[in-house]
């Protein structure tokens, strides 16, 4: 089994300042992270992912996150968000193989305030 | 490419009536899901295909069934709506075997009355 712990529901922070979003995952086999963003009244895309090699994983917009496998986490950072950020991002989490089984967390709500 | 649509963006319905949502994609993707949002539980798995004429359970199947009768086509039915049924529906989809990004429709927002 697989899960995945977004231990904060809303992050508020300024704008040009650095955020972070953390994640925490469990998985009893070898997994894929990813991380996705929703806009308002819009469907998820992707950001980054994970699958293999460099821990540290660059996506768009500026966002990075790096997969610390001895404390199973990936969590996602930027080192200046801007007021555009202000988005929900979901962490996910999938095993090897099958059908491609993805769970997702609860989300986190990154409020950028102007 | 229009990658994952979903019809309709918007329904109402009142407890016990029936409807189909539909979701198409056009990138010849071999596994497409469905989820359900709802606010503080993120996204669940509803049903899922890995093929044309393939369905299997999610995670929350219950009050639900789904067709993919063609490989681009998956529906989402509902054969007696309930309150409880009341969410944003995402479609996705994915291409090859390995895990890999999926691809969100728009989402279906239903309300049930």
């Known amino acids: 089994a697989q899960s995945v712990t977004q231990l904060d529901s809303q992050v508020p922070v300024f704008e040009e300042a650095p955020v972070e979003l953390r994640c925490n995952y469990s998985?009893?086999?070898?997994?894929?992270l990813f991380w996705y963003v929703q806009y308002p009244n819009q469907g998820l895309q992707l950001l980054l992912k994970?699958?293999?090699?460099?821990?540290l994983v660059k996506g768009i917009n500026g966002f990075e996150a790096e997969f610390n496998k001895s404390q199973t986490s990936f969590h996602l950072r930027k080192p200046s968000v801007h007021i555009s950020d202000t988005a929900e991002y979901f962490c996910a989490v999938s095993g090897s193989g099958g059908y491609q089984k993805v769970t997702f967390g609860t989300g986190t709500k990154l409020q950028v305030i102007p | 490419n229009a990658g994952v649509t979903q019809t309709p963006k918007f329904r109402v319905l009142k407890t016990g009536q029936s409807m189909t949502l539909l979701c198409a994609q056009d990138?010849?993707?071999?596994?497409m899901y469905w989820y359900r949002q709802d606010p503080g539980m993120g996204l669940r798995l509803i049903h899922y295909?890995?093929?044309?004429?393939?369905?299997a359970k999610g995670e929350v199947p219950d009050g639900y069934n789904v067709s993919r009768l063609k490989k681009q086509n998956f529906l989402l039915g509902l054969e007696s709506a309930a309150p409880s049924q009341t969410s944003v529906y995402f479609c996705?989809?994915?291409?090859?075997?390995?895990?890999?990004?999926?691809?969100f429709g728009p989402g279906t927002r239903l309300t049930v009355l």
């Open positions: 990138m010849n993707h071999e596994y």
């Open positions: 996705a989809s994915v291409g090859g075997r390995a895990p890999d990004e999926q691809f």
């Open positions: 994970y699958l293999s090699g460099s821990t």
């Open positions: 998985s009893s086999v070898s997994v894929y």
């Open positions: 295909s890995v093929g044309e004429g393939t369905t």
